[in-house]
T-cell receptor
């Protein structure tokens, strides 16, 4: 069985400051891990994914995430937040076969000017 | 990049009627499509997985007779909410992949309101 816990339901940052979104997972297999972003009333856009290659994964829009097996974590970071980063972010884990995704509860990011 | 089109983007219907939501892969063949439901300020919950040409696999607790899924071609899957009730009001999102571990592409979702 697999599960994902996003430790913060809401994160508020000032524009230009770093963003940290925390995610812990559990999986019976070697997991694939993803971060998706969802803007209001929109579908999901893939930010980045980890699939057992480099543990530091760089994604779009300046985001990156680090896979830490010992901590079962896959935290998402961005050095400098932009107003357009205000959205809902989902950490997602999939089984080794990659068929079924399990979503975290989501973290809503608010960016203050 | 791969595009998944979902239609309609929003729909309002009366209780007791049925509503069909379409999910199309525009530039790739989707062997597998997934349907999710998202309540306000909550995460996505997988409802069912559909493979082209076969019956959908529903998650536990999802009524297959209420949420009819058809994946008749490699570019189209439909979700029909039958005899809709206000509690069916939600945001429904589809996703599609072409094969095995290929990336998932999401539609923009359909907001269903049942009055």
């Amino acid at each position: 069985a697999q599960s994902v816990t996003q430790l913060d339901s809401h994160v508020s940052v000032s524009e230009g400051t770093p963003v940290l979104l925390r995610c812990n997972y559990s999986s019976s297999y070697s997991p694939s891990l993803f971060w998706y972003v969802q803007h209001p009333n929109k579908g999901l856009q893939l930010l980045l994914k980890y699939t057992s290659a480099a543990t530091l994964v760089k994604g779009i829009n300046g985001f990156e995430a680090e896979f830490k097996k010992s901590e079962t974590s896959f935290h998402l970071t961005k050095p400098s937040a932009h107003m357009s980063d205000a959205a809902e972010y989902f950490c997602v884990v999939s089984e080794a076969a990659g068929n079924k995704l399990t979503f975290g509860g989501g973290t809503r990011v608010l960016v203050k000017p | 990049g791969a595009v998944v089109s979902q239609h309609p983007s929003w729909v309002i219907c009366k209780s007791g009627t049925s509503v069909k939501i379409e999910c199309r892969s525009l530039d790739f063949q989707a062997t597998t499509m997934f349907w999710y439901r998202q309540f306000p300020k909550q995460s996505l919950m997988l409802m069912a997985t559909s493979n082209e040409g076969s019956k959908a696999t529903y998650e536990q607790g999802v009524e297959k007779d209420k949420f009819l899924i058809n994946h008749a071609s490699l570019t189209l899957s439909t979700l029909t909410v039958t005899s809709a009730h206000p509690e069916d009001s939600s945001f429904y999102i589809c996703s599609a992949r072409s094969y095995g571990n290929s990336p998932l592409h999401f539609g923009n979702g359909t907001r269903l309101t049942v009055t």
